[in-house]
């Protein structure tokens, strides 16, 4: 990310008449990945310059990064020309070798790169492109060598340990290997940790624009005054001492809930900006209230309750605004502490309740009931029966999902791995952390590093941590209790108390409470309050950073944010949108955040870390440590969703909703029309790898699919037909083969493939089916009577509505759809084929499994016929639908019972059907023209292409205008290096080329001769391959292995498979 001061630099500079001024403005564009616009501010900087060399490699670098046709090409001149004046310069050398290495080029890349480095010895990204480029080339013991280098040189670049670990595997030499890839672990969730690849931003800084001039970002000294300032006492009378918060009427202001003993009190912030007590209370009947956990359990858009107590676990639902009501008792057993997380991860809220008898976990079913299923996840009786005090839901291993850590009133303690589909085991080392007796403890990443520490308070006070370094946890003692803090311990909190971007440890004691440095155990403020009950961190003011509040002797202080502190910021995190695509819970809960500001990260997670026995709903409070801003905002959402947001002010409450989009379907293929590439529709639907048709079990894939185009679709250039396979979603394709079918067509002749998602019946083939009779129904009708004949007739995108959406579940209807076909005539049965154009909503494998758990299914079109008696039977029992984005699709018909004179559509699935008929099968001999295997096959990063979203969830994405980064992960693996891939696609045979998002497949095909006067040419492409999307519960979807094997495929074939991978497959991808 390019600093704020770069856009000051050209504030200060526009004025100026010579290119300096073209020049910054182009590097504060090229932060903002608008290289095309940066492209023209330097070429100007060069035009008014043009000695200046740095202008003209600034020219090269945006040129190589806008990645349009030949921009490659033109970037190699333009450095080419530097070199001609200074053939040493380093720059114009490193990007030239990433240039030669880019278009497969190896040989001249690694020349490049070997000058570089005998340079600039100390130049990381250099040594390991150069160890690249000769592990592509097969030299492994000079690539591991120069890998090597890389990591010593950078011992945050993530691809030199993976990559350098693939070398020394090559080798034989496996212990190397092996610790490599233990360095990499560990170091994988640090947010310092980078990637090299060929992406703006990854090459290196000799890959990076430069300004002519710099503003030196200083360090800030922390402000003059006190942490806090004054105490301010409540005029109440607390008997209540379990403490938590939440913004309870949505007014912006964080409101405190005291519960215990008698009725919940609320204070709320009143006209002079102090808290007060309410007189009416929505719980104002709940007695023995021991833990209210808040959070939005119905995704509704506003906070809801769970009071936990004697009497069991209710759920107060809150809707509409301000109107509160106990919606029912999710279980009768005592309830002491809990914790609501979305457990599952399938985009809504689920309850853990702990007590005397047991645990429970209610799963939510979205409709207002939940499931208790803790007994079946092994989750119900604690270690040795004991009772748990309090809970925490965290991702301990960094895998995404949420464990859980339940401190029990004695040990040992209970910490459960969740392996998702409800499947829990207890979690492997912290044997000492079990045994440890424990009256509180909390979860945080407080040193940035990716890897989230559990803190623990001893009941005498003492502070212990347990650090995890991604292989194994260590516990040591932090801190030993102080004297005026000693006695018997009451909690933990976690936030950053002075402004520095790093939080304290709030540990609160009956004498007083103290802020404890996570990493130190250094005390860095304290307070000394008689019977202090109860304390937690509490953000009244986005600007000032929390204060403490504290219950002690039925009193309620609050310590207020001091003027010796730097400034804030905070952030409200939801997953709630009106778009159909919402997959997070609304409150945000389980986000994991990651924030930089002036060079310096912040990592928060979007759970309580308050150790009570309820759970708060607050703001997160990030410090600027005296900045202005954060550079950006990372976000990792529960259901593993990323996203990013850029320059968040100071001194504001910021609330972000998770951006709504597409992050996987299938690879979007473009076609040449003559004038620009343009899409056409998604492929290889039916090939999804590790997709989850229910816990347990996945679809089989089917890896070969055919799609048909006309001419006026594909159309030749320079004598070649041109296709691209895109991946514009966060998602894999791997492509084993493609080639291209051209049949010409007699006048009256037509053709469709026989293709669909075949989920029932008869596979499909992909087989021609060529014919001449087609008939329309003569009207077209819904379960409701609806003539909707006039939407069913024609191709125009434009369908008959599929009916009301179940707004859980994506892709899922609320009843079931039928349409029904009235032909004018008994259909003829010989021969018959069911055409359909149309798309549907595909649902996720997260989306299978949330329905999955609330007793729903996902149910395939059935076809029915009736007969000539008037009566229905089944002929296609859940035979499918078209397989993915609009496409037609193809089902030859079953023997019809006699006299069929109308035929009736039936799912649950969100499918939109565009033309319906019914066609006759006619053999056409000598139909096919030829048959062409690639002679271009070139993988390449080109971007995303814009994705418009229509009437009816119309898909279209625009090659034309893409955008060169999104946020869109790519799976941890090795990937084709970019350039030549023929021999990978050429043959069926589990070669394959792999790409992921941003990135392309570009395939030609030698044109024949043109069609004879009066036929029609079509085109049928054949792709090979699979797709793997990285949903949390798609099967391996974190991972580019284990890869697809053609069925059939015997040693020969793996050996030749395994020698092209080691050569192309070899470039490293992981994350953003």
């Known amino acids: 990310m390019m600093t704020v001061a770069l856009i000051a630099v050209f504030a200060s500079t526009a004025c100026r008449p010579d290119g300096t001024a073209r020049n910054e403005q182009g590097v504060a564009l090229m932060g903002q990945y608008d290289y095309a616009a940066a492209l023209v501010e330097f070429q100007a900087a060069v035009d008014g310059s043009p000695d200046d060399l740095n202008a003209r490699i600034n020219l090269a670098i945006a040129t190589l990064n806008r990645q349009e046709e030949g921009d490659e090409r033109r970037a190699l001149a333009i450095l080419g020309e530097v070199l001609e004046v200074d053939a040493g310069e380093p720059r114009a050398l490193y990007i030239s070798g990433i240039l030669r290495y880019y278009l497969g080029e190896t040989e001249p890349a690694k020349a490049l790169f070997a000058q570089v480095v005998d340079i600039d010895p100390t130049d990381a990204h250099a040594a390991y492109f150069l160890g690249l480029a000769n592990l592509q080339a097969g030299d492994n013991v000079t690539a591991a060598r120069w890998l090597q280098k ?12 993976y990559t350098a670990s693939l070398a020394l595997r090559r080798l034989g030499r496996d212990d190397e290997a092996n610790h490599l890839v233990d360095m990499y672990t560990r170091l994988e969730p640090n947010p310092t940790a980078h990637l090299a690849e060929i992406a703006y931003g990854r090459m290196g800084p000799k890959a990076e624009v430069l300004a002519a001039t710099t503003v030196p970002t200083r360090p800030r000294e922390r402000p003059e005054g006190p942490l806090f300032a004054d105490p301010r006492t409540l005029d109440i009378d607390a008997a209540s001492t379990v403490v938590s918060t939440v913004d309870l009427n949505g007014d912006g202001w964080q409101d405190v809930v005291l519960t215990g003993d008698g009725p919940p009190v609320v204070l709320a912030r009143g006209p002079d900006g102090a808290l007060a007590p309410v007189s009416d209370t929505p719980f104002a009947d709940a007695r023995g209230v021991a833990a209210a956990l808040w959070g939005d359990i119905d995704d509704d858009g506003m906070v809801d309750v769970v009071l936990c107590g004697a009497e069991g676990t209710a759920y107060w639902r809150q809707g509409p605004a301000g109107d509160w009501a106990r919606n029912r008792i999710l279980g009768e057993d005592p309830c002491l502490a809990g914790a609501v997380a979305d457990a599952d991860h399938d985009g809504d809220l689920d309850i853990f309740a702990i007590g005397p008898d047991g645990n429970e976990l209610f799963s939510n079913n979205r409709d207002g009931t939940f499931r208790r299923v803790a007994a079946d996840m092994g989750l119900a009786v604690g270690a040795n029966g004991n009772s748990g005090r309090q809970a925490l839901f965290a991702d301990l291993d960094g895998d995404r999902d949420l464990d859980i850590l339940v401190v029990n009133r004695v040990p040992p303690h209970d910490i459960w791995q969740n392996d998702r589909t409800w499947a829990y085991r207890p979690m492997a080392g912290l044997r000492d952390l079990r045994q440890t007796p424990l009256a509180a403890a909390t979860i945080a990443d407080a040193d940035a590093d990716g890897h989230r520490e559990i803190y623990g308070l001893a009941d005498d006070g003492e502070l212990l941590r347990w650090v995890y370094d991604g292989t194994a946890w260590k516990g040591t003692s932090l801190a030993q209790a102080d004297t005026f803090n000693a006695g018997v311990a009451r909690e933990l909190d976690f936030a950053d108390f002075d402004g520095d971007g790093r939080g304290e440890l709030l540990r609160v004691l009956p004498n007083g409470f103290a802020l404890i440095d996570p990493g130190t155990g250094e005390t860095k403020h304290g307070e000394a309050v008689r019977n202090l009950a109860s304390a937690i961190a509490l953000v009244l003011d986005a600007a000032q950073g929390p204060g403490v509040l504290a219950v002690h002797d039925r009193r309620v202080t609050l310590w207020p944010a001091g003027t010796g502190r730097h400034g804030y910021f905070a952030l409200t995190l939801t997953g709630e949108s009106d778009a159909g695509q919402t997959r997070s819970n609304a409150s945000g809960l389980g986000t994991w955040v990651r924030v930089r500001v002036a060079g310096r990260w912040t990592v928060l997670d979007r759970m309580d870390p308050h150790s009570g026995p309820g759970q708060s709903l607050q703001p997160l409070s990030v410090g600027l440590g005296g900045h202005d801003q954060a550079d950006f905002v990372e976000l990792d959402w529960s259901n593993g969703v990323s996203q990013t947001e850029l320059d968040l002010a100071g001194g504001r409450h910021h609330v972000i909703e998770e951006t709504q989009r597409q992050l996987a379907s299938c690879p979007v293929l473009f076609a040449w029309n003559g004038k620009a590439f343009e899409f056409v529709s998604d492929v290889l639907g039916g090939a999804a790898l590790g997709y989850l048709e229910a816990p347990g079990r996945y679809t089989p894939p089917r890896p070969t699919e055919g799609f048909l185009l006309d001419s006026s679709a594909l159309v030749a250039r320079d004598g070649r037909y041109a296709l691209k396979l895109a991946e514009p979603m966060e998602e894999n394709a791997y492509l084993d083969s493609a080639r291209l079918t051209v049949y010409d067509l007699p006048p009256g002749w037509n053709i469709v493939l026989d293709e669909r998602l075949a989920a029932g019946g008869p596979p499909a083939t992909g087989r021609p089916i060529t014919f001449r009779r087609a008939v329309s ?84 079109t059935t076809l029915e016929a009736r007969n000539g008696d008037g009566e229905w039977t089944i002929v296609a029992e859940e035979f499918g639908y078209p397989a993915g984005m609009p ?181 490293f991808r992981q994350g953003l």
């Open 150 to 161: 890389s990591t010593e040189l950078d011992p945050h670049l993530l691809s030199g340990y």
């Open 777 to 860: 129904p003569l009207t077209v009708t819904t379960a409701e009577g609806d003539d909707v004949t006039e939407l069913a007739l024609v191709k125009d995108h434009r369908t008959p509505p599929p009916g009301a959406l179940d707004d859980r579940f994506i892709g899922l209807l609320e009843h079931d759809q039928e349409l029904t076909l009235e032909f004018a005539r008994p259909l003829d049965p010989e021969g018959a084929v069911l055409v359909a154009d149309g798309w549907i909503e595909y649902p996720y494998s997260q989306t299978v499994f949330a329905a999955w758990q609330a007793g729903l299914r996902y149910r395939p």
């Open 887 to 1067: 496409r037609t699709m193809a089902l030859p018909l079953p023997t019809l019972p006699p006299g069929t004179d109308a035929l009736r559509l039936k799912s649950n699935m969100e499918i939109y059907w565009d033309r319906l008929r019914v066609v006759w099968e006619e053999p056409l001999v000598d139909v096919v023209t030829a048959t062409l295997d690639p002679v271009t096959a070139r993988v390449a990063r080109t971007g995303f292409a814009k994705r418009t979203t229509g009437p009816q969830r119309l898909p279209h994405y625009d090659y034309g205008e893409r955008t060169p980064h999104w946020d869109a992960k790519a799976p941890q693996g090795l990937y084709t290096s970019f350039g030549d891939a023929r021999e990978l696609i050429r043959d069926t045979d589990g070669a394959l080329a792999i790409i992921s998002s941003g990135e392309e497949v570009h395939l030609e095909f030698d044109a024949p001769p043109e069609p004879p006067r009066g036929h029609r040419r079509f085109f049928r492409i054949v792709f090979h391959g699979w797709a793997k999307d990285m949903d949390l519960y798609t099967l391996d979807g974190d991972t580019v292995d284990p890869l697809p094997i053609p069925q059939g495929a015997h040693p020969s074939m793996l050996a030749k498979r395994d020698r092209l991978h080691a050569r192309y497959n070899v470039r």
